[in-house]
């Protein structure tokens, strides 16, 4: 299974941002598809995941700032990331885990998109 990531970019402190990611592959179902994120020299952290039962957790830092939705028949993800702040700067990585046509599971990750908040 492979994610593609678009979206990512410059904006100023205050401005939104909408990431996307597509999974492509023989997908029977998802378990968890969503966002997490890197900054310079911490520890990957996560932003937000939606399950397959359409249970939705953000991290302590974006809630309230950002709004994680899907659509199923595209096996995409959307995050829309509003009020951005400087400490958002980060790269990006959509990951998704499930089950293939097959039933064997898979837990992939995208290549990361940039996002830098700057003015």
């Known amino acids: 299974v492979q994610l593609v990531e678009s979206g990512g970019g410059l904006v100023q402190p205050g401005g939104s941002l909408t990431l996307s990611c597509t999974a492509s592959g023989s997908i029977f179902s998802f378990n968890v598809m969503g966002w997490y994120r890197q900054a310079p020299g911490k520890q990957r952290e996560l932003v937000a995941i939606v399950t397959g039962g359409d249970i939705t957790n953000y991290g302590d830092s974006v809630e309230g700032r950002f709004t994680l939705s899907r659509i199923n028949a595209r096996n995409t993800v959307y995050l829309m990331m509003n009020s951005l702040k400087p400490e958002d700067t980060a790269i990006y990585y959509c990951?998704?885990?499930?089950?293939?046509?097959?039933?064997?599971?898979?837990?992939?990750w995208g290549q990361g998109t940039q996002v830098a908040v700057s003015s």
């Open positions: 990951n998704a885990n499930g089950y293939e046509s097959n039933w064997k599971t898979f837990d992939s």
